[in-house]
């Protein structure tokens, strides 16, 4: 009976070795593509960063990152080879940096590009805060590049000061979008840490970034709120001594030492005292002319209303009184005179006509008419505003001004074109590229992709339409040789500056 359950026994335990084989193989596939199946498990979190020796261990290209392992990036097969799932958890631009980064021998210029790039194309919050931290490590690299080959000619010569206060200012403005706060890196090897770079940016910024290269690169500072504050009660103390005087100051027995604000004060009152005087006589004059101004109201007033006659409504003065007479006697002419033009019109009625028209009515309508054309344009229909006739000189000014108009905006065309393709694209073509290379604020993509006119090649400045710079410029009388893709000498530039802006 033993015999028998022992052989029954050991197929199921074969069997069961045999479907555990699969299982094993299978939990083994999915642990290495545990990135790809289970985001969580990346390498590269948004709260968090993790670096791998690998990245830098060869060259910095795309192809690299295929090998990388599968635990903690998205490698999937294509064609039966694997390849790198590019995305948030693989940004290619992103790892070319931090390869470039990280290596001994990296290149600072394609660290910085890469790096660039990987900013415009959707990094998780941890990579962009540590993008941005290897970005200003790079530039303080490529500060202590410069210092080495110039020497003392970095701060004197153009070429190299101005690279210099680029990559000093673009290594203050990659420092400053580093949210310490959402940056989480850790590494698999002891080689670098968070706290390396911490000490690597503190050291930067001891060497490059203080401000004694301010003066240098053109940038102002302003004093401390301390050092205002001693300069103002330093010169606050010395004006009030001056004016008040000290406060062991002992006058001299003939007391001519008197502090000049007190002696100040001192003419003040007298003045005021003289002041005074003066306007008391001034109110004594103002009185008598009141007086005086009283008396003739009086006198004038009488002539118009006898006391007590107020009480009745009406003024009952010689003139009121004259006046009342006058009118009745014009009421009744003018009632008279009414009646007679009354009688004429209707004995004149329909002499006047024509085919059943009244021609007087016509001829009023006519000559009101023309009255009211005379007086548009004359006078102004509403106020403030111009009459028919200045209307009409105005336009002939303006006629005549339009007539010139092509010559004055012609020559205001060449003079933006020869500061556009003279001073900006060729004064420092390195500047130029970098400056638009930045990232562009309010689009967050670089200036180039935003602006046509930072296209490298002239046939690629278009301004509106199908119309570029170049032909532009050309058209209005900027010499083909400026206006080209050929880089220029600084004697070139300053002719053509010299030749456009005397």
């Known amino acids: 009976m033993v015999r028998q359950d022992l052989a029954a026994y050991i197929p199921l335990v074969v069997a069961a070795a045999c479907a555990t084989l699969p299982a094993t193989r299978m939990a083994a596939a999915q642990e290495d593509e545990e990135c790809l199946r289970d985001l969580a498990s990346c390498d590269l979190q948004e709260r968090k960063t993790h670096l791998r020796a690998q990245i830098w261990s060869g060259s910095c290209e795309p192809s690299q990152w295929d090998a990388l392992p599968r635990r903690g990036y998205p490698i999937e097969l294509v064609g039966g080879s694997p390849k790198v799932k590019v995305g948030p958890r693989a940004p290619v631009h992103f790892l070319n940096g931090v390869c470039e980064a990280h290596r001994p021998d990296g ?80 590494y698999d090897t002891t080689a670098f840490s968070l706290t390396g770079h911490a000490e690597s940016m503190a050291q930067c910024y001891a060497d490059y970034l203080h401000g004694g290269y301010d003066a240098t690169c053109g940038v102002v500072s302003s004093p401390s709120p301390a050092a205002i504050d001693a300069a103002a009660e330093a010169v606050s103390r010395d004006i009030l001594a001056d004016y008040f005087g000290t406060a062991t100051e002992d006058a001299p027995p003939d007391g001519s030492a008197i502090p000049p604000l007190k002696a100040m004060l001192a003419r003040k009152i007298e003045m005021a005292d003289s002041s005074l005087k003066e306007s008391a006589a001034l109110v004594g004059g103002l009185v008598q002319k009141k007086d005086l101004l009283v008396s003739s109201y009086q006198g004038m007033a009488s002539m118009f209303c006898l006391p007590g006659s107020e009480t009745t409504g009406l003024c009952s003065g010689p003139l009121p009184s004259a006046v009342a007479r006058l009118h009745e006697g014009y009421e009744r002419a003018v009632l008279r005179s009414q009646t007679i033009l009354s009688f004429v019109e209707r004995w004149v009625s329909g002499l006047y006509e024509y085919q059943g028209k009244d021609v007087r009515v016509e001829l009023q309508r006519s000559h009101a008419g023309l009255r009211d054309m005379l007086a548009r344009a004359e006078a102004p229909a509403m106020p403030n505003e111009m009459t028919l006739l200045q209307k009409l000189d105005l336009m002939k000014r303006d006629m005549a001004f339009l007539a010139d108009r092509s010559a004055v905006e012609s020559e205001i065309l060449r003079r933006q074109c020869s500061i556009y393709f003279c001073e900006i694209r ?77």
């Open 107 to 186: 290149d600072v210029d394609h660290g910085l590009h890469e790096l660039e790039k990987a900013a415009t194309v959707g990094l998780l919050p941890s990579q962009r805060n540590a993008a941005a931290l290897f970005e200003g490590l790079l530039h303080c690299q490529k500060l202590a590049q410069l210092e080495d080959r110039y020497q003392g000619e970095l701060t004197t010569r153009l070429a190299p000061r101005e690279q210099f206060c680029a990559h000093r200012g673009m290594a203050k403005a990659s420092f400053t979008r580093v949210r310490w706060e959402g940056l989480e890196m850790s």
């Open 426 to 502: 060729n004064r420092n073509r390195t500047f130029f590229t970098n400056a638009c290379n930045q990232i562009d604020a309010v689009a967050g993509r670089p200036l180039k992709d935003v602006n046509a006119l930072c296209a490298a090649d002239v046939a690629g400045t278009v301004v509106s339409g199908t119309q570029t710079a170049a032909a532009l410029c050309t058209g209005v009388g900027l010499p083909s040789s400026y206006v080209s893709n050929t880089a220029m000498t600084a004697r070139a530039v300053d002719t053509c500056m010299s030749e456009f802006h005397p």
